[in-house]
T-cell receptor, first 114, second 111 residues
């Protein structure tokens, strides 16, 4: 594809429900990153994939958050038992290699937990 | 101390002026530095990268790096209203190898 795509673009859910957010990186990009951006805040690193493995999960805020990547391409970020503080924009980025230097961002998923 | 610090602003400049955006970082081993622009409601886009001390120019944008002072800045010459956005400084930590973002500085260019 032409760029990183994410779905859904917007998600409204009730507290306690599970949500899945999807990221489709640029074709051929081996590295994939998930970030969270709360209103008026900077980007908070969540997790990094190199291929299908996640060498750095240090940013996941709690065990309610998990992510996987299959086939070295699409990634899914799952939030279980959502809380109101999970409301944010979840951004995915990909880069051609593990250097992290040139990251291309997707449009984000805006999550609102009521 | 935050790893990457920016003044959140807003920084307001008149059209045609030079906008100066500043960023400091705590990891002295950092080697790679980036500026991203983020329009309201949009995702960040990379506009400049710099790796060596000194200035790097690209069109109306100049990035400046001073590793001794752990300081990186972005100058925007002949500012336009279309430059109004949040500018995010990002640094690859020398110890972690991880890209760390600052909180961003909001720039307003007034016609």
């Amino acid at each position: 594809g032409a760029g990183v795509s994410q779905s859904p673009s917007n998600k409204v859910t009730e507290k306690g429900k599970d949500v899945e957010l999807r990221c489709d990186p640029i074709s051929g990009h081996t590295a994939l990153y998930w970030y969270r951006q709360s209103l008026g805040q900077g980007l908070e690193f969540l997790i990094y994939f190199q291929g299908n493995s996640a060498p750095d999960k240090s940013g996941l805020p709690s065990d309610r958050f998990s992510a996987e990547r299959t086939g070295g391409s699409v990634s899914t970020l799952t939030i279980q038992r959502t809380q109101q503080e999970d409301s944010a924009v979840y951004l995915c980025a990909s880069s051609p290699d593990r250097s992290q230097e040139t990251q291309y961002f997707g449009p984000g998923t805006r999550l609102l937990v009521l | 101390q935050k790893e990457v610090e920016q003044n959140s602003g807003p920084l307001s400049v008149p059209e045609g002026a030079i906008a100066s955006l500043n960023c400091t970082y705590s990891d002295r081993g950092s080697q790679s530095f980036f500026w991203y622009r983020q329009y309201s409601g949009k995702s960040p886009e990379l506009i400049m990268s710099i790796y060596s001390n000194g200035d790097k120019e690209d069109g109306r944008f100049t990035a400046q790096l001073n590793k001794a002072s752990q300081y990186v800045s972005l100058l925007i010459r002949d500012s336009q209203p279309s430059d109004s956005a949040t500018y995010l400084c990002a640094v690859i930590g020398g110890n972690t190898g991880k890209l760390i973002f600052g909180q961003g500085t909001t720039l307003q260019v007034k016609p």
